[in-house]
């Protein structure tokens, strides 16, 4: 089979998902390609074993016709099986106004109609667009449980929508960790760990009333930079800010948590919470969220059922380190018994196959 991926942004959560599917894909034995910006590709190369195709994306609707035909070129050369695009602008490039391939799998990897930090009138037109291009793909690939009844009632066919929860691989199929930041390991008592944007979506404005509610023996170690043009992050005393941190180190700073927060206000789905989960860390996610659907609230983690700084740091400070520990053993076993990547790729493979019977 002959595989076109297909995105716009190439770091975080996207890059790390695709990047793990065509690495799968390819050791299948099928022909892989991947389309991406170029400024993108250029920043994160990444070393895919993979045929790579720039383009020019642009969110500019007066490029949309540039940037279809670009796409429309790739796939003359190519002639892929199955195309799959990932994320909104890819969704929108591939089939408006028409369908530029006969066989399009799309994951919205969150629906933009449901991003809380743009206008209500934004948000309608993003769900119209949505409802309006469902039946140019074959099928739409939805992470969570949320996504897909937020997709029902906005009215996208049943038939269309297929929810495959992501799988990532285990520790011990991934190239060894670099070692944690040495700061971490002198740090005494509770390690709270945040990874991620420091932006509005992720509840990173959360953070220094949090620090400021903490125990004195609690550290929040925050993992990540401000989004381009916002206010950086406010020192404090219980704060440890080690800024971006390599895609191959992740499993080792998270592994040196004793607990994790996810406060986000809204997600697709999160692949630190997976991670998180894989390295045995507790999580603690907000119930805004479909990241509720990872936690069973006191067994593998906990879930905010208020949303504010106050309450995410009553529920830290009750915790004791054996807390920790004990929903860190049920956290991993969650991880081995739910969220593998074996099987995410064969429900993915499963699709594909479907796709290419109708």
């Avoid at 949090?210 to 401000?226: I, R």
């Avoid at 941190?245 to 948590?257: G, K, R, Y």
Wanted: proline share 6%.
């Amino acid at each position: 089979m002959k595989i076109l991926h297909i995105v716009e942004a190439w770091h975080g959560g996207i890059a790390s998902y695709v990047d793990a599917l065509v690495r799968a894909q390819i050791q299948q034995g099928h022909q892989v390609v991947l389309a991406a910006d170029s400024r993108m590709l250029a920043a994160d190369p990444r070393g895919l074993p993979c045929v790579i195709e720039a383009y020019p994306a642009s969110r500019n609707p007066a490029q949309l016709p540039m940037v279809r035909a670009a796409l429309a070129a790739i796939l003359a050369r190519h002639e892929p099986d199955i195309v799959h695009a990932h994320s909104t602008f890819p969704g929108v490039y591939l089939r408006c106004p028409t369908a530029l391939h006969p066989r399009i799998v799309y994951t919205p990897h969150g629906w933009s109609f449901l991003k809380m930090d743009s206008p209500a009138w934004v948000r309608w037109g993003y769900g119209w667009a949505e409802r309006l291009l469902a039946s140019r793909a074959r099928a739409i690939m939805c992470m969570s449980f949320e996504e897909l009844s937020r997709a029902r009632a906005l009215g996208i066919a049943p038939e269309r929508l297929v929810m495959i929860h992501t799988g990532i691989k285990d520790i011990a199929d991934e190239a060894p960790a670099s070692p944690s930041d040495p700061d971490v390991a002198r740090t005494q008592g509770l390690k709270i760990g945040f990874f991620g944007r420091l932006d509005y979506q992720k509840g990173a404005d959360l953070l220094p009333a949090l620090a400021g509610a903490l125990s004195a023996d609690a550290t929040l170690h925050v993992f990540g930079t401000e989004v381009r043009g916002r206010q950086p992050l406010q020192p404090h005393p219980r704060i440890q800010h080690h800024g971006w941190v390599a895609h191959q180190a992740l499993a080792a700073h998270i592994a040196s948590m004793d607990v994790i927060i996810i406060p986000s206000r809204w997600e697709g789905f999160s692949l630190t919470a997976l991670e998180a989960l894989r390295a045995g860390a507790p999580i603690i996610v907000s119930d805004l969220t479909s990241l509720s659907e990872v936690v069973i609230h006191g067994y593998n983690g906990l879930i905010m059922r208020d949303y504010s700084a106050g309450h995410l740091a009553d529920l830290l400070n009750k915790l004791s380190a054996e807390d920790c520990r004990r929903m860190g053993r049920n956290a991993r076993q969650v991880f081995l018994e739910t969220y593998t990547f074996d099987r995410f790729n064969q429900q993915v493979a499963g699709l594909y196959q479907a796709v290419l019977s109708r």
